[in-house]
């Protein structure tokens, strides 16, 4: 079942904007209202919700530190945002918050019905195991080739690949572990530790610890070496004794 939940501290409005969304053809199979933030979680807690419309000024509670605790524990959650305030710093904090819309009050109805239908477009449905499953590969390809390119970026995030992407953060991990088997820490280790170890077989360059550490993403290579260690049971430099060097490298 999908949920739409209306979080305005003003009865009037959540009211009339529930009873319109009712009356026209929506992707919702139920739309449920709340007065405040606490009373919101509790709902949330309890109930599966697909999307909400949150007021920026609650009484208990400012609106965007409710998204903000609505994304970490239910980061699928499609939020739009509903402010009877133009405000640049509203908007800007909003769009790191990755809200998919910012209307203001008076909302006009075409809005609401140009919102129905983002909503709709947006919705992972409960049909999950129908979605295509070319698509969800596709998308878990498109991962792999960015983490392939960026993998030495320190600081390397899903969040930033989900941004890159332009997905949902939580969706997106879900694709990448139904298809690799693997979470996207679990694959950006694999990679950089295969990366390390190329770089160890290469005789001719002969890199430090520290160097190939920062060539693969970690600015710390005591962090790194435990790291190496863990995966392969050797730390860098027993690795770079023991190991084949690669074709055409030269020990000196």
């Known amino acids: 079942m999908k949920r739409l939940l209306i979080?305005?501290?003003?009865?009037?409005?959540?009211?009339g904007l529930a009873g319109y969304l009712?009356?026209?053809?929506?992707?919702?199979?139920?739309?449920?209202?709340?007065?405040?933030?606490?009373?919101?979680?509790s709902y949330i807690d309890q109930h599966a919700v697909s999307a909400a419309l949150v007021d920026i000024n609650l009484g208990d509670m400012n609106g965007l530190d409710l998204i903000?605790?609505?994304?970490?524990?239910?980061?699928d959650m499609l939020i739009v945002i509903i402010s009877g305030f133009d405000d640049?710093?509203?908007?800007?904090?909003?769009?790191?918050?990755?809200?998919?819309?910012y209307l203001l009050k008076p909302i006009p109805r075409s809005d609401l019905k140009k919102l129905m239908i983002a909503f709709q477009q947006c919705l992972i449905t409960d049909k999950r195991t129908v979605v295509d499953e070319?698509?969800?590969?596709?998308?878990?390809?498109?991962?792999k080739d960015y983490i392939e390119t960026h993998y030495s970026e320190k600081g390397l995030s899903l969040s930033q690949v989900a941004s890159a992407l332009f997905v949902n953060e939580g969706y997106l991990s879900r694709q990448l572990k139904q298809t690799y088997g693997r979470t996207f820490s679990e694959y950006l280790i694999e990679y950089r530790i295969q990366k390390a170890q190329e770089l160890l077989r290469n005789l001719t360059l002969q890199y430090t610890v520290t160097a190939i550490a920062n060539k693969v993403g970690y600015e710390d290579p005591h962090y790194f070496s435990r790291l190496f260690r863990k995966k392969t049971g050797f730390s860098p430099v027993q690795f770079r004794e023991h190991a084949e060097p690669l074709p055409n490298s030269n020990r000196e």
């Open 7 to 15: 979080i305005d501290d003003e009865k009037a409005l959540r009211c």
């Open 68 to 75: 903000e605790l609505i994304n970490r524990r239910y980061p």
């Open 134 to 143: 070319g698509t969800s590969r596709s998308l878990a390809m498109n991962v």
């Open 22 to 41: 009712k009356s026209i053809q929506s992707p919702f199979d139920e739309i449920i209202t709340a007065s405040g933030g606490h009373q919101a979680l």
């Open 88 to 101: 640049f710093d509203f908007a800007r904090r909003a769009i790191k918050l990755k809200v998919l819309d």
